[in-house]
């Protein structure tokens, strides 16, 4: 799994980047083979204005589910990262959960069709 943090200048520092990945790790360890990337982006909305204004936005690449994408706003960054990463791993694990034909669709017709065909030759 790998994870890409883009920050504001002010949160660039090793430790921030440090700390967000393992955060990450710890909440998706359990899907970390199933996922191959997770991109987080953090934004600061409203400048050195401050108020409810740090976007975290989440985006995890999972082969056969395609794209996730959540985002949380708070006047904390780490709120928002926490509630994001939270946000992230419900909607993974409803992905996963889901059944195989309703992830994969388009193809629900070929196997049924193919099978009829069969069955009339073998009678």
């Known amino acids: 799994m790998n994870i890409s943090i883009t920050a504001p200048s002010e949160n660039r520092t090793t430790g921030f980047r ?19 990337r997770v991109d987080v982006t953090l934004t600061d909305e409203n400048g050195p204005r401050g108020g409810v204004d740090k ?20 006047e904390n960054p780490w709120k928002a ?3 994001a990463v939270r946000r992230a791993r419900r909607i993974v694990v409803t992905k996963l959960k889901r059944p195989i034909t309703l992830r994969t669709r388009g193809h629900q017709n070929e196997p049924v069709e193919e ?5 009339e030759a073998a009678e």
Request: a positive charge; aromatic letters at 2%.
């Open 18 to 36: 440090d700390s967000v990945a393992n955060r990450l790790m710890k909440t998706l360890a359990r899907f970390s083979d199933r996922i191959t």
């Open 55 to 74: 976007r975290c936005r989440l985006s995890v690449i999972m082969p056969g589910n395609g794209e996730l994408a959540t985002s949380a706003k708070d």
């Open 81 to 83: 990262i926490d509630r």
């Open 115 to 119: 099978r009829s065909q069969n069955e």
